[in-house]
Structure formats: C-alpha cells, structure tokens
C-alpha cells in the first residue's frame, strides 16, 4: 500500500510511545486499570496532592540520574499530546480498517524480519544457544511459515519465549553504565546507553536499510510503517494502564521504563 507524501513521517511517530516503546514484554502490554507501584499499592490520581508517601512509590527510578528532568519533562508534553491526537487515532483507524489476521500477519513478517538484530547481539552477549535458537526460529518461520506471516516456531516450546535482545541490553552485559535518563522526541525514554543503542539497532535492521534502499520519500513509510503501527495498541494499552490514575505520569513511565530496562540487561 502506497501512502501520500504528506505522511511521510508517520512512520517516525509511533515511535514516541512515550514511555511505550520499550515495554514490549508481555507482562507490560497487559491492560490495567490502575498504574501501580512495585509493591502493588495504587498511585494517587492526578487531583490528588503529592504526599512524602506517594513520591515514595517512585524511589526505585533514582537507578538512573535525571539532571536534566524539566527539559525530559518539556519534551515528555510534547509527546504526550502527540500521543493523544495522532497516536490514539492512527491506532484505532488501523484497528479498524485492516483486519485482525492481516494485523497478526503484518506483525509477524516485520518480526522476523528483526532477526539479525536479535541474533547478532545475542552473538555479541555471548549466548550460542539463544542465537541459534533465534536461528532455528528464524528458518523454520521463513520457510514453513510463508516468510514469518505464521509464527510456526511457537509450537516449539524451546523457540517460543526466547527473549528479545537489542544493542542497549548487549551494552549492559558488557558493563557500560546507563549515563543519564532522557526523554527523545517521538522515542520516548531512554537513557545516554539505549540512545546510542538504539543507533545500533536501526544499524541491524533490515527493514530500515530497505526504506533506505528505496530512495523514493514516498515509499519510505510504505516500508516501515506496519512495523511501528502493528504493535501501537498494545503499547498505548500500556502507557494508559501506567498513567491514568498516576499521581505524576512522568515519574509513572520512569519507574516503569527503569525496571523494564533492568529486567532486560538481567535476561
């Protein structure tokens, strides 16, 4: 499907997620009512004052400094607003227009399509048996599974749940710190580390050097866009489950993208 050259950048802005991007783990995609904090009390909602007790809930996002919090929090509007009139509604038109099968076939395809950057940082941790598995998963899905558009290696229960490596999780295997917290226009949170990581990844991804290939402007969102829209649903689920009844959404999605992070390098 060719898409207008006025919506070129389109396939930049569900990168935003504000807080969302990262949290592609399951276990944060799950829908929620309240946002709470690691020992499951609730967070204060927003007309309520902020209490010694309720910044309390937050303690654990001190893991990674913050010096440049109101620039983060200037950018983190921005994005947010974003989130409310273009990423809400780009999200819903999808779900609505494009068909639940075509949906999970998309998703699919521009997964596996990911695999050289998850097999190569796998390589770069050191983990053989990941890496081949990825590889295994990676043949069998391409072949018996029609290019990726079925996940045939899920009813393999040794392929099914690897878990997703990136440049910024090799980079904490290897010891180098996170750096400072930062909030990316359109990206959403990340620290200095993941910032240059995720230079690495878009270096691995065969999707984005495709859109690179094909020079033409108006193709470029052709290619990329179902890999960022085809999971925009589940990570505004997650950005709404942390934030609507968050005593703070900034502090909300920092706690949350700081324990994500230290559960991935920790894999």
């Known amino acids: 499907m060719i898409i207008p050259v006025s919506f070129r950048r389109i396939h930049l802005l569900p990168m935003v997620l504000l807080g969302v991007l990262a949290f592609s783990d399951p276990a944060h995609t799950a829908s929620a009512t309240k946002a709470t ?35 983060n929090r200037g950018t983190f509007w921005v994005n947010h607003q974003l989130y409310r009139y273009i990423l809400k509604p780009i999200s819903r038109t999808y779900d609505t227009l494009v068909p639940k099968p075509v949906r999970t076939g998309v998703y699919n395809v521009c997964d596996n399509l990911e695999f050289p950057l998850r097999f190569v940082n796998d390589t ?40 997703a490596a990136d440049t910024g999780q090799t980079f904490a295997k290897w010891g180098i710190p996170h750096g400072c917290y930062v909030v990316l226009p359109f990206y959403g949170p990340k620290s200095i580390r993941d910032t240059v990581g995720l230079a690495g990844d878009y270096a691995l991804s065969p999707i984005f050097w495709v859109s690179i290939w094909l020079t033409s402007i108006p193709w470029v969102p052709a290619v990329t866009a179902p890999d960022s829209v085809r999971s925009l649903h589940d990570k505004l689920s997650t950005y709404e489950s942390l934030t609507n009844n968050s005593m703070d959404r900034y502090l909300a999605v920092r706690s949350a993208w700081v324990q994500y992070r230290k559960k991935v390098a920790d894999q």
Do not use: C
């Not at 609730?42 to 990674?64: F, M, Q, R």
């Not at 990941?130 to 069998?140: V, W």
């Not at 391409?142 to 040794?158: A, C, E, H, N």
């Open 37 to 71: 904090s690691s020992n499951g009390k609730s967070v204060a909602s927003h007309g309520s004052p902020a209490s010694d007790n309720d910044l309390d809930e937050y303690k654990n996002t001190g893991a990674i400094p913050d010096p440049i919090q109101p620039v």
């Open 124 to 163: 770069l941790q050191l983990n053989l048996k990941r890496a081949g598995g990825e590889a295994e998963k990676f043949g069998i899905n391409s072949t018996v599974g029609l290019l990726g558009i079925f996940r045939v290696s899920d009813r393999f229960p040794s392929l099914a749940d690897i878990p």
